[in-house]
């Protein structure tokens, strides 16, 4: 294995983890935003409030894109199998 297809293989593996990873995360800091806009809004400083809707967006997300982000995984591995010599 050289030197540099080991690198290219690690970036892309890096790429399609931050890839998957974004559905849930923008999800979740969408819904912390609006959650601390309502908070400032009202004057609530109850840091555990926003918890449970984060939670919430975040699963909701995850299951959302969930074929979606396997079929990438399963691309993924199958590809870097073919690879191996």
């Known amino acids: 294995m050289d030197v540099n297809f080991a690198v290219d293989l690690g970036r892309e593996a ?3 983890t931050l890839t998957v990873a974004a559905p849930a995360l923008i999800a979740g800091v969408i819904v912390a935003l609006i959650v601390a806009i309502v908070q400032a809004a009202t004057g609530i ?4 409030i ?20 396997m079929g ?4 993924f ?3 870097m199998f073919s690879l191996l010599p």
């Open 14 to 16: 890096l790429i399609l």
């Open 72 to 75: 990438r995984l399963v691309e």
């Open 77 to 79: 591995g199958e590809r």
């Open 45 to 48: 400083q109850e840091q555990t």
């Open 50 to 69: 926003g918890l449970l809707p984060k939670i919430a967006a975040m699963l909701a997300a995850a299951l959302a894109a969930g074929p979606w982000a």
